[in-house]
């Protein structure tokens, strides 16, 4: 019972928790909820956690703004920005065991990062190469949804299947406060509360759908509609890597036990473009950013390493060093792309291929060809 009032304790909270503020600033153990401070107690032991959660947040920077720019030299037909995101992602992601499956959106980067796909891997997708560049059965990280909230019932109904096979998996997917508005969310957020089907849904609050911001695309908030359908929810500083991990491995370990799904809403922001075709400055004023950039996720993980002394020299120097191969890795990889074939997407479309398909394939070979020797 006791543990129980703890937890619906998230559901009534108005405000996100917080555990490390921007100013680097952790809060005291005591202040923290009970069922939370068993999960994460940063004490003297705790710097390679936060060194850890640190590094991938930065991994995950580096990527961005290198893919971003290969994006604008040509390089790739897309690219959906991930900064200011990072300590939601690495934050829940870290949190999950490497067998719990994820259905990412378009910019869960450091998921992908994190369970292992390569930066060569990451931007075939984006460079239109190949419909996804990993093997999701492998990695446990299905391929990334452009669809907006598509993926929603697909992470339902594997969960479902989860719970028939009799195992201790908990599905995870990701989405964004946009998504939420749509009819796939609202089906799963059914489907997963009336079934008790072992998904968390995470809600990644960016404050923007494309140029839309919450205040006109909602008047409830993700996670107290979520409770309208039976879900456990809670509500955490998306900006936060240590209480978005605490947050997420105490629902884990609720969903695991067998007490139905839940949904985590991380409030963060969206500190660039929804891809590289927006331009933000068209739909929100500079102070707005500004005032969002000074909650910087990892400014504030870097302000509390320096305090606590536990990033030396050295470690951090290998960092960079990392950080930098990272982008020398994207570069590469974008220029050992060899040329898209667009003929080899007709042979993914169904199991098995029907007469019609092959007609629609051999039209198109004939269309190509119909261009050779012209200048």
């Not at 923007?208 to 919450?214: D, E, G, K, M, Q």
Request: overall charge negative.
């Amino acid at each position: 019972m006791e543990q129980s009032e703890q937890h619906r304790h998230h559901e009534r909270t108005t405000e996100p928790l917080q555990l490390l503020a921007p100013g680097g600033d952790l809060a005291a153990p005591e202040q923290w909820p009970a069922d939370l401070a068993r999960h994460l107690e940063v004490g003297a032991d705790s710097a390679e956690l936060v060194r850890d959660l640190y590094r991938w947040m930065r991994l995950t920077r580096r990527l961005d703004s290198e893919a971003f720019a290969l994006q604008r030299h040509g390089e790739l037909g897309l690219w959906a920005p991930s900064l200011g995101q990072e300590a939601a992602q690495v934050g829940s992601v870290a949190a999950l065991r490497p067998t719990d499956q994820i259905f990412p959106s378009y910019r869960e980067h450091a998921a992908a990062l994190f369970r292992g796909v390569t930066p060569a891997q990451m931007l075939e997708q984006w460079r239109g190469v190949s419909g996804c560049g990993w093997d999701p059965a492998e990695l446990h990280l299905s391929a990334y949804s452009v669809v907006l909230g598509a993926h929603l019932p697909h992470a339902t109904g594997y969960a479902m299947g989860v719970q028939r096979d009799g195992s201790d998996e908990v599905v995870t997917a990701y989405f964004g406060d946009g998504a939420s508005s749509q009819g796939d969310a609202n089906e799963a957020f059914n489907w997963a509360a009336a079934c008790s089907a072992p998904v968390l849904f995470f809600c990644q609050n960016n404050q923007y759908a494309i140029s839309t911001p919450t205040r006109l695309q909602m008047r409830t908030s993700v996670h107290q509609r979520a409770r309208g359908f039976g879900l456990d929810s809670y509500l955490v500083d998306g900006n936060d890597v240590l209480a978005v991990h605490a947050v997420t491995k105490l629902a884990v370990e609720q969903i695991r036990s067998g007490a139905g799904p839940a949904l985590i809403e991380a409030v963060t922001y969206r500190m660039g473009a929804h891809t590289s075709s927006d331009d933000p400055t068209r739909y929100r004023d500079q102070a707005e950013a500004d005032a969002w950039r000074s909650r910087d996720p990892l400014t504030r993980v870097e302000k509390l390493l320096q305090a606590r002394g536990w990033a030396p020299p050295e470690w951090l120097g290998a960092l960079e060093e990392e950080c930098e191969e990272l982008g020398v890795q994207l570069r590469r990889a974008c220029q050992e792309f060899g040329p898209v074939e667009l003929g080899g997407l007709f042979d993914h479309v169904l199991a098995e291929r029907t007469a019609a398909l092959s007609a629609q394939k051999a039209e198109y070979a004939d269309f190509v060809a119909s261009f050779e020797g012209v200048a």
